[in-house]
Antibody
Framework: QVQLVESGGGLVKPGGSLRLSCAAS????????MSWIRQAPGKGLEWVSY????????YYADSVKGRFTISRDNAKNSLYLQMNSLRAEDTAVYFC????????????????WGQGTTVTVSS | SYELSQPPSVSVSPLQTASITCSGD??????ASWYQQKPGQSPVLVIY???KRPSGIPERFSGSSSGNTATLTISGTQAMDEADYYC??????????FGGGTKLTVL
C-alpha cells in the first residue's frame, strides 16, 4: 500500500546537523511533489519545504531558509532533509508528505503523511 | 507574510452540525485544504480544492469557500470526529501556509 516512512531523527546539540530520510513505497514516487511538515510539541502544523517531482523547483519556509536543504532521489524513491545550524525552536516531529498538484504546478494538498520522526535540539 | 486564522476551539453536540472557519486575505482566490489530526496520529487530508473529499472520507465532511473564508462542515458529527482540524492553502508567492488549528470537541 501507499506508505511513507521517515527516519533519521534524534537528539542533537544547538548548532548541530541532522539528515532526515523518507522512504516511499506503493506509488510512482517520481510523479509527485513532496514536502516536509513539522509540528513542535503541543503546537500546530508548520510547513518546512517542498520539492517538485523532478526536483527542479524548491521552496522553503523563511524560518529554515539557508539552514535546511530538501532533496530527492527518484531512483531510490527517497526524500531527504538536511538540517544544519539547528536551533532549539527546530525541535519538532517532522512529517514527510506526498503532495497533490496539477500540471500547472498548483499544489492543492498533502494526501499521504508518514508517521513522523522526532528531532530534539537541546544541549 | 500570509496568515490563515482559525478559531482555537469549536464545540458541537453529537449528531449536530459543526462548522470550522478559516480566514485569510483573498482566500477565495486560492484553494483550501483541510486536515484532521487525532492525538498521537499523523494528519489526514479530509477536504482538498475547497470542497473535494479524498476517497475513504465520510460524506458528512464537506467544504466551501467564498471571499476571505473557507469553511469545513461536519454534518451529523460523531464522537470519532473529535480532533484538531487545520486549514491550508498554497500560492506561488506564499508557498504553503497552515492555519493555527481548531480543536473540535464533541460534547
Amino acid at each position: 500500500q501507499v506508505q511513507l516512512v521517515e527516519s533519521g531523527g534524534g537528539l542533537v546539540k544547538p548548532g548541530g546537523s541532522l539528515r532526515l530520510s523518507c522512504a516511499a513505497s506503493g506509488f510512482t514516487f517520481s510523479d509527485y511533489y513532496m514536502s516536509w511538515i513539522r509540528q513542535a510539541p503541543g503546537k500546530g502544523l508548520e510547513w518546512v519545504s517542498y520539492i517538485t517531482s523532478s526536483g527542479t523547483t524548491i521552496y522553503y519556509a523563511d524560518s529554515v531558509k539557508g539552514r535546511f536543504t530538501i532533496s530527492r532521489d527518484n531512483a531510490k524513491n527517497s526524500l531527504y532533509l538536511q538540517m544544519n545550524s539547528l536551533r532549539a525552536e527546530d525541535t519538532a516531529v517532522y512529517f514527510c508528505t506526498r503532495d497533490l498538484s496539477d500540471t500547472s504546478g498548483y499544489l492543492y494538498g498533502m494526501d499521504v503523511w508518514g508517521q513522523g520522526t522526532t528531532v530534539t535540539v537541546s544541549s | 507574510s500570509y496568515e490563515l486564522s482559525q478559531p482555537p476551539s469549536v464545540s458541537v453536540s453529537p449528531l449536530q452540525t459543526a462548522s470550522i472557519t478559516c480566514s485569510g486575505d483573498k482566500l477565495g482566490d486560492r484553494y483550501a485544504s483541510w486536515y484532521q489530526q487525532k492525538p498521537g496520529q499523523s494528519p489526514v487530508l479530509v477536504i482538498y480544492q475547497d470542497s473535494k473529499r479524498p476517497s475513504g472520507i465520510p460524506e458528512r465532511f464537506s467544504g466551501s469557500s467564498s471571499g476571505n473564508t473557507a469553511t469545513l462542515t461536519i454534518s451529523g458529527t460523531q464522537a470519532m470526529d473529535e480532533a484538531d482540524y487545520y486549514c491550508q492553502t498554497w500560492d506561488s508567492s506564499i508557498a504553503v501556509v497552515f492555519g493555527g488549528g481548531t480543536k473540535l470537541t464533541v460534547l
